[in-house]
């Protein structure tokens, strides 16, 4: 049940990018998990990789935020949020019993490392909700949406770039 309130409590949690952006009734990380899950699972079909390992990843990918809130990267340099996380979804992980623990880790340590087709997509997802995320807020501050675009579309692999091409 600790990982079902982990996601339970990222419907608290708003997006800090959105709300630095002057974004009134931003998504929650929650909308964002699953708004990026749909994506890589249509993705991964699409390209005939493992759904169900990429939804899994999807998931998981923001969990720790439920423990340390969502970090911008100006927020905190990238290896400082990447410790902070670890330490975090190690902590969410560990009250698992010990064979989703075990499939988790592999799961999350996979994402982490960035090396895999899945993992890759899982990470162009995530931006490419942001994304989309970012069109239906054009009322917003345009300069803060521009750096957040433009951060989420340099972060995207260029095996999708056709993807984000009219966005």
């Not at 952006?21 to 909308?31: I, L, P, S």
């Not at 100006?74 to 560990?94: G, S, V, Y």
């Not at 490392?113 to 917003?140: F, G």
């Not at 345009?142 to 692999?157: F, H, M, W």
Request: no cysteine; hydrophobic share 35%; net charge negative.
């Amino acid at each position: 049940m600790d990982l079902v309130n982990a996601a339970l409590d990222l419907k608290e949690i708003y997006r800090s990018g959105w709300i630095k952006a002057g974004v009134e009734e931003g998504e929650t990380v929650a909308d964002h998990s699953y708004g990026a899950s749909v994506i890589a699972m249509a993705l991964s079909d699409m390209e005939g990789l493992d759904t169900e390992r990429v939804v899994k990843m999807s998931l998981l990918h923001d969990i720790a935020e439920s423990i340390v809130g969502d970090i911008t990267p100006d927020q905190m340099p990238r290896n400082e949020k990447k410790k902070h996380t670890q330490k975090a979804m190690d902590d969410i992980l560990e009250r698992l019993p010990k064979k989703l623990h075990n499939q988790y880790k592999d799961i999350w340590s996979e994402y982490v490392e960035a090396k895999t087709p899945e993992s890759i997509l899982v990470h162009d997802a995530d931006k490419i909700d942001m994304l989309m995320e970012s069109k239906r807020y054009k009322d917003a501050n345009p300069d803060v949406l521009n750096d957040i675009r433009q951060y989420a579309k340099n972060e995207i692999s260029s095996k999708r770039v056709d993807i984000i091409s009219d966005m």
